[in-house]
């Protein structure tokens, strides 16, 4: 069975490495290095199937691959969705979440809630976010992320 303390360490070691990808945004050799090894060490892409659901995604809303996840988190000439920026480049000095909810089972595990990056004005950014989680090799891996910018009541339907 997943424990809680699994998810909410995976959790820590998520928001870490989106930390330290945006310390290496100056050194691109070690920070495209370092977060392929972030992808393959926290998302299931060797084990199946990824749900990606990226925030500040307009054109190519879902990044199935392992490249399209990189060029969201850090972008560069050869990225593989000309929209990315380089979300995890920003770079952000802290990375929290607050769980709504965590639904534990035997090899899988789902989060919900929100998470907050803060910039280096101390400024934050509030995000909804769902990970869902699968056991492979006794370590937790992302297989399911989804995250969006709360709705706002200025934000219209037609």
């Known amino acids: 069975m997943i424990s ?68 969201y988190f850090i972008a560069g000439e050869n990225r593989a969705c000309n929209e990315d920026k380089g979300f995890a480049i920003n770079p952000w000095t802290k990375v929290r979440f607050e769980n709504s909810g965590i639904i534990l089972g035997e090899k899988r595990a789902i989060a919900m809630g929100n998470y907050f990056f803060t910039d280096l004005k101390g400024n934050e950014a509030k995000v909804e976010y769902t990970f869902g989680y699968k056991l492979v090799d006794h370590k937790l891996k992302i297989d399911l992320h989804h995250s969006s910018f709360p709705f706002s009541l200025d934000d219209t339907i037609a």
């Open 4 to 71: 809680k303390e699994q998810v909410l360490e995976a959790q820590t070691t998520w928001g870490n490495g989106v930390v330290k990808i945006g310390v290496l945004k100056q050194e691109r050799q070690e920070c495209e290095k370092f977060t392929s090894k972030f992808l393959d060490e926290l998302y299931a892409f060797e084990a199946g199937t990824v749900l990606f659901k990226p925030t500040k995604c307009a054109i190519e809303q879902f990044r199935p691959t392992k490249p399209e996840a990189l060029s």
